[in-house]
């Protein structure tokens, strides 16, 4: 079954923000014992990307990373005119090769299922807004609430 065909269980509101991430356990097949500066500075990777959309427990981004289902990742979600951080635990349910131009990185959507926001698990945060009609979560509240609050200041 395609990701286009899986039936939603949380609308998607779109969105278009930097994320950095890393994949905690990230192994080489190859052991080095050496170690220098280089070596240290591999031991964690961030890769950017950019947020496509996001719903009640999940996001889905664009990077050059090739990422598989079931990774684990740490991601920071960077806020426009804002220096605050989102910092997001979350497991890989899908990724695919969107773009493959010659002699450019190679670009892939992924679709992450967040498990915790800011350390709160986010099943224990999902309630439906009466007010709005819709379906919540502090995913939500952080992200999107944040956008609310920083376009009330302009």
């Not at 190859?30 to 950019?50: M, N, P, R």
């Not at 684990?72 to 349910?93: N, Q």
Request: with cysteine.
């Amino acid at each position: 079954m395609s990701v286009d065909q899986v039936q939603r269980k949380f609308p998607r509101f779109e969105t278009d923000v930097r994320i950095s991430f890393s994949v905690p356990y990230e192994f080489r097949t190859e052991v080095d014992f050496k170690l220098d500066s280089e070596a240290a500075s591999h031991q964690e990777h961030k890769y950017i990307g950019f947020s496509k959309n996001i719903s009640v427990n999940g996001l889905c981004f664009e990077s050059p990373k090739e990422l598989k289902n079931g990774d684990k990742l740490w991601i920071e979600l960077h806020l426009p005119k804002c220096p605050d951080l989102i910092y997001m635990e979350g497991e890989v349910r899908w990724s695919r090769l969107i773009s493959a131009v010659p002699n450019t990185p190679h670009q892939y959507a992924t679709g992450v299922i967040v498990r915790k926001v800011d350390g709160s698990q986010i099943d224990e945060t999902v309630y439906f807004d009466e007010t709005y009609k819709v379906m919540w979560s502090q995913l939500l509240e952080r992200v999107l609430g944040g956008f609310a609050r920083l376009n009330k200041k302009k």
